[in-house]
């Protein structure tokens, strides 16, 4: 990760913070506390069953998209 500062002094303090996260990706953070809880640990989220909120998501989406469907097929038959 390479993100280059700014040659002027003032605007390099000005701008060390946000080199500092959009110079980042996610594997740079490893731990992440919300108001004094810590909510990712070792690069993983505490307290969420992440298959479970895949399965989840699936569900919706099988639903989202039968729903689509049905949308097109009632404006098929209206033409």
């Known amino acids: 990760m390479f993100t280059p500062l700014l040659k002027d002094p003032e605007k390099r303090k000005e701008m060390l ?3 500092l996260v959009f110079g980042c ?3 740079a953070v490893q731990h992440v506390f919300v108001d004094g809880r810590m909510v990712v640990k070792d690069f ?6 992440e298959e479970q909120v895949r399965r989840d998501v699936d569900g919706l989406f099988d639903s989202i998209a039968a729903g689509m469907e049905e949308i ?8």
């Open 17 to 19: 913070e946000s080199h």
């Open 25 to 27: 990706n996610g594997t």
């Open 44 to 49: 993983e989220i505490v307290g969420v069953d």
């Open 72 to 79: 097109t097929v009632d404006s098929q038959k209206k033409l």
